[in-house]
């Protein structure tokens, strides 16, 4: 039987009323990774030169169940990448992963690892912005091949110009290139390969679909094959980086949102956080007060002094500031921190690099799309976060740069160039990237048992939530006329619900790896696979600070602008249980409600964040300002230095979607 609480309801900061709410029921919680590359990415066979190594997709398995000790990953190279052969590959990792898993199983039988295969559409930066999308599936049933957006010859030769770019810079910091072998290789490999036609079986080319809906029509064929329905065929589809604006890769939400773009069946689960950053927040840049300046102010401002220190006067240099300004880029040479943040937003939580607010979740969320017919589309995304991981190391989110970014920086630097070309250019992409790299995030899953059909059903059900990084514990439901449900359900009402959260921060994790680990997998492993960053939990947890609940009412008209429409945050609930020292509990357990959601009479989007005390994290401050104010970047190259600094870890819920009716 579901246990009942008495609990009180404070709103706006007032005692409203008491109500009595009962708990759901409390399945378990499982932590994974569902964003992970192996050297089939090109990408990653760049960013692992780095470092020397190239890693395959059976490298993953290892790395999960000794170091990260996960219970689920989803391996998800670029479709672009890969053929049949690639993808035939992948299965047979992914299903001794599997196996690996039921060979070692709990006490209730459950696999010790559960990992669903898939695949990241990726939009060509040529095309219109449909963003970044990986698919995975349900079971051992899957399509005979992945589907790409573009294959690597009709994007040009530039992986190659980045190949030997990359490999110039590695040969000048001492890399061995016995790898670079194999990048060569690889990237000779995808640049051959053809688009697939009706008649190809699929081995030398690439099966793509430019557009969204040509993803959902191929995904939603195989329901109706009797082989593939028969054998528990399912998709889902989870948009990522949607507020990155690297290589400009923002998503366009406006143009996806319709009944040929969107498929809500599919496309049904949406990731916050990544090694890329946070792409949850909107902002409203063009506010007077948003803190927020755009580079090409920033290259006018930087030619200007340059004009006033050689003393050239401001007629003559007129031109010049024109120029900067509408190129974003100077002709002379410039240090990363002369661009301060510019592009970037000054006060989100980790933000994604060159942060697009109008591709953050929020602002997908507000938005509706008014078809023809007069109906209305929305978007019920439940949330996760991840790594992306690009060295078979999924769920490597401790604390070590070395792990947060893997090779990313120097990958950016030999494919955007660098600060001192010739013909001038804004240096932000490659010399401040460094700084915008975190290890990532962690996906959880309320479900029932460690099986590939549980954590299925639970990413399907959108109970789901996403870390920073921390283990932390999550639970929040809702409740009115009579209907209770739990995080990424809906709920239709016409009384204001009672909302209702219980946190518990993550373990306080210790350097290295226990004992019990290095006995099982071995010092080889352990140092070699893991370099020495295990998941090491202590007793202890980290405290709660504060809940923060957002708020968003969905556009009911064309010309609402979302800006007014995202409340954020609505409300900020603090623990009130405390040390003598003033450091906050473990344990957080509240509730609240909206008392303008009953007048209101409109659609109502409700998610929690729950806030950590501050720890040190990578690049938890980005650019931050050193002891003489100036801002302090990330090094490009890999020093040793770990880039620490205080951060407020974080886990964000799914929301919970509050439908009016009279």
Request: proline share 7%; glycine share 8%; hydrophobic share 35%.
């Amino acid at each position: 039987m579901p246990r009942t609480t008495r609990v009180s309801v404070v709103a706006l900061g007032i005692l409203l009323s008491t109500a009595v709410l009962a708990d759901p029921p409390r399945r378990n919680i499982y932590f994974g990774d569902l964003h992970t590359h192996s050297n089939l990415s090109a990408d990653a066979v760049l960013m692992q030169l780095a470092h020397g190594v190239q890693r395959g997709p059976e490298a993953a398995c290892l790395y999960a169940r000794a170091c990260a000790q996960v219970d689920f990953y989803g391996q998800s190279d670029h479709a672009e990448m890969l053929d049949r052969a690639d993808w035939e590959r992948e299965q047979a990792a992914v299903k001794a992963c599997n196996e690996a898993g039921l060979a070692a199983t709990d006490a209730n039988g459950d696999p010790e690892i559960v990992v669903f295969h898939g695949f990241e559409w990726t939009s060509s930066a040529k095309g219109r912005y449909w963003g970044h999308k990986n698919v995975f599936f349900r079971n051992d049933t899957v399509p005979e091949m992945p589907v790409a957006a573009y294959t690597i010859p009709e994007v040009g030769a530039a992986n190659f110009r980045a190949l030997w770019a990359a490999m110039g810079i590695y040969r000048q910091l001492g890399v061995t290139l016995l790898p670079g072998l194999h990048a060569a290789n690889r990237s000779f490999e995808v640049n051959s390969r053809k688009r697939c036609g009706a008649a190809d079986d699929g081995y030398d080319c690439i099966r793509v679909a430019d557009e969204p809906k040509e993803l959902w029509q191929i995904l939603n064929s195989y329901y109706g094959n009797p082989a593939y329905r028969d054998g528990g065929y399912d998709a889902l589809v989870i948009p990522h980086g949607t507020a990155w604006g690297m290589a400009k890769l923002g998503t366009n939400w406006d143009i996806q949102l319709n009944s040929e773009q969107h498929d809500p069946n599919l496309q049904r689960l949406i990731e916050v956080f990544s090694g890329h950053g946070n792409s949850e927040e909107y902002r409203d840049f063009d506010a007077p007060d948003s803190g927020y300046e755009s580079c090409f102010d920033r290259a006018a401002k930087l030619q200007a002094a340059w004009c006033r220190l050689h003393d050239v006067s401001a007629e003559a240099c007129r031109d010049d500031i024109d120029r900067a300004r509408e190129t974003a880029a100077v002709p002379f040479a410039t240090d990363p921190e002369d661009w301060g943040r510019c592009n970037q937003c000054t006060d989100c939580f980790q933000p994604a690099e060159r942060y697009q607010p109008d591709g953050s979740v929020q602002a997908a969320l507000a938005k509706t799309g008014f078809e023809p017919d007069g109906s209305k589309l929305r978007y019920h995304f439940g949330f996760i976060a991840a790594t992306d991981d690009h060295a078979s190391r999924p769920a490597s989110v401790m604390e070590r740069r070395m792990l947060a970014d893997w090779g990313l920086p120097v990958f950016f630097q030999a494919t955007l160039g660098t600060a001192f070309a010739p013909k001038g250019r804004n240096p932000v992409e490659a010399e401040r990237v460094a700084s915008y790299f975190y290890p990532g995030g962690l996906v959880a899953v309320h479900a029932d048992r460690r099986t590939r059909e549980s954590i299925w059903e639970g990413l399907k059900r959108r109970e789901t939530y996403g870390t920073s990084g921390p283990r932390i514990s999550l639970w929040f439901w809702a409740a009115a006329n009579d209907t209770e449900v739990t995080m990424g359900g809906r709920l239709a009402a016409n009384a204001s619900p009672v909302f209702q959260f219980e946190a518990l921060g993550g373990p306080v994790e210790q350097p290295g790896c226990s004992d019990a680990t290095t006995a099982r997998w071995g010092q080889s492993t352990v140092e070699n696979i893991c370099l020495n960053a295990c998941f090491n939990p202590s007793p202890r947890r980290s405290g709660i600070d504060r809940i923060e609940v957002v708020r968003i009412r969905p556009q009911q008209t064309p010309d609402e602008r979302i800006v007014s429409l995202i409340d954020d945050p609505w409300k900020v609930i603090r623990n009130p249980d405390r040390d003598s020292a003033g450091r906050p509990s473990a344990r957080f357990r509240g509730s609240f409600t909206d008392p303008e959601y009953a007048t209101g009479a409109r659609d109502a989007i409700y998610y929690i964040r729950v806030i950590q005390e501050p720890t040190p994290s990578v690049n938890g401050q980005p650019m931050k300002p050193g002891p003489d104010g100036s801002l302090e970047p990330c090094p490009l190259h890999y020093n040793g230095d770990d880039c620490l600094s205080l951060a407020e870890e974080r886990a964000w819920s799914s929301p919970i979607y509050v439908d009016w009716r009279p």
